[in-house]
């Protein structure tokens, strides 16, 4: 009998065991399960923002694209825009596909990324026809940089609910449906395009060291073809002299298009290239504290270290601000057709000022070691007021100069720049080649106290 109570009392406390066994079991895999959902939601919401994203990044081009048409005045530059317009328009209907917002209402702008490039195209060819862009033409390409802007403007409410974590896109889903595929957020979701001003910082067209720079990272430096590498020593020299440091040692070698030698005192950077031997970068560490300089007295800094170390023609263009350096941009100075001077945009140096004590923080020569070449400037063959008749009528110039421009391949063109004020305010830059009377580029000029910005 005891026996018998005894094999009940084992049997009940392995039920219980087993019983326990299996809810914590079961508590694990729910856990699991949820913590795999919880996941699983986190991409997805991750892939949508990176389509959204996508789609910003889309329209801030199609509204820097239409912005520029406006201004155009030649058959070959629009044909360029209208080409790049098609692009974009492709590119935000592919993003916006890749949303879950197939539900909502979005007619109008489907409709608008249909005919912003269709459009353009039709406008083109009519102009490479010998037809002129009409009054009409251009108030149609105002309308439609206006209605992408509406869109940018309204979606980017959508955008930071969604990056800061008040809305989500199955929020957005699980609320149309309930609406009965009507739009929960009038105004947002079905009319709009996010506009975040930070993406002009990461855009592969927005240039801070002057027009063109970006260009030149795709070329061999022209400068040390053929040269005689030099020693390590001689390159140890030569950095010394140019940073005003006397204890900088070798670092470490840097391979490449532009081989060079690294120099460091654990406070400053110095490269110079093996081949030639020439200054190529400088970068210094330190804390800025408050600013005690001006601008204008940071670039006269900048162009006294340029005289000294060797660095005699060239012009100052843009600057920026950031972290208490003053970065000025400097591109080279020639003479064309033994009289004229000749802003060379290709030849780019950029020099960092401390602004407050005006130290030389930063130096970096690689665009002009990419570029500079002895080049022999012909007379233009169109002059400044032959080049202007081929400015847009939106446009009143204020000043122009003779410059050298990159082409779209490791050429050079030899370019009127007109600066430009448009019927709306904006400042634009526009080049129309100096001997084929061409327009070769636009230009968006976006200037504020911490520098210019180039679109």
Known sequence: MNKSINMSRRGFIRLISFLTAGVIAFGIMSWVYYWQNVMAKRHIEASYLRS?????????????????GI????????????????????SAKMSLSQLPVTDLNLENTNKFLSQV????????????DGEELTAEDRENLNKLLGHAESLSNELWGVGSMVSGGHLTFEEVLKHSLEAGN?????????????????????????????????HLSKQSPRMIEGLEEISREEASEIARRVSGSDSLEF???????????????????????????????????????????????????????????????????????????????????EIAGGFIPVTVYTDIVKVGVALDDGEIMSYDGRGFITAHHERNHDEPA?????????????????????????????????????????????????????????????????ISDNGTLVI
């Open 52 to 68: 959204l994203e996508s789609l910003s990044v889309s329209i801030e081009s199609i509204k820097t694209s239409l912005n520029k």
């Open 117 to 128: 490039g269709n459009y353009a195209n039709s406008i083109s060819k009519r102009f490479s």
């Open 71 to 90: 201004y155009s005045n030649s058959p070959q530059m629009l044909g360029e825009i209208s080409g790049r317009l098609s692009s974009d328009a492709s």
């Open 382 to 446: 169109f002059s400044e007021e032959d080049a202007a008749e081929k400015l847009s009528p939106q446009l009143t110039v204020q000043s122009a100069k003779l410059t050298v421009i990159p082409s779209s391949g490791e050429h050079e063109r030899l370019c009127w720049e007109f600066l430009c004020r448009a019927d709306n305010g904006n400042q634009v830059l526009v080049y129309i080649n100096a001997k084929s009377g061409v327009e070769e580029q636009i230009l968006l000029l976006r």
């Open 251 to 333: 670092a470490n070698d840097i391979e490449g298009r532009m081989s060079a030698y690294a120099f460091s005192d654990g406070r400053a950077t110095v490269t110079i290239t093996k081949n030639g031997g020439l200054f190529s970068q400088m970068l210094k560490y330190r804390q800025i504290s408050d600013k005690a300089i001006s601008t204008d007295e940071a670039i006269a800094l900048a162009e006294e270290y340029l005289t000294s170390i060797g660095m005699d023609n060239m012009v100052h263009t843009y600057f920026e601000l950031n972290g208490g350096i003053c970065t000025i941009n400097f591109a080279g100075y």
């Open 182 to 214: 009507s739009n929960p957020y009038p105004g947002h979701v079905s009319d709009g395009f996010s506009n975040v001003e930070g993406l002009f910082e990461d855009y592969p067209s927005l240039i801070y060291d002057g027009p063109f720079s970006e």
